[in-house]
């Protein structure tokens, strides 16, 4: 089965950037709709971003103007700038995939952690 694969997270001082990626393990029929969550401890998950087929990008409040979403091919990546303490948290990847000769259904990653230090 093929799984979504997260890299990019660590530790980060106030202030700084970070850049997350997600991708496939292996090749796969289509990828739709791709998005980044996060859950930080005691908090519900919550949408990050999401970009859309077309290219439009949808953005939770708190990361608007900070956090950029992107994808190039069946990758994706969230390129975070000005991290603040309430960043912190795991972040996972998600995506509507097919995979060949299955149903397309959505796939989630494991979760890449960014915390937010001095």
């Known amino acids: 089965q093929v799984q979504l694969v997260e890299s990019g997270g660590g530790l980060v001082q106030p202030g700084g950037s970070l850049r997350l990626s997600c991708a496939p393990s292996r090749s796969i029929y289509s990828m739709k709709r791709m998005a980044w969550y996060r859950q930080a401890p005691g908090k519900q998950r919550e949408l990050v971003a999401e970009?859309?087929?077309?290219?439009t990008t949808n953005y939770g409040d708190s990361v608007k103007g900070r956090f950029a979403i992107s994808r190039d091919g069946e990758v994706v990546y969230l390129q975070m700038n000005s991290l603040n303490y309430m960043d912190t948290a795991a972040y996972f990847c998600?995506?509507?995939?097919?995979?060949?000769?299955?149903?397309?259904?959505?796939?989630w990653g494991q979760g890449t952690q960014v915390t937010v230090s001095s």
């Open positions: 970009i859309l087929p077309d290219g």
């Open positions: 998600n995506a509507d995939m097919t995979e060949y000769g299955r149903l397309p259904r959505p796939y």
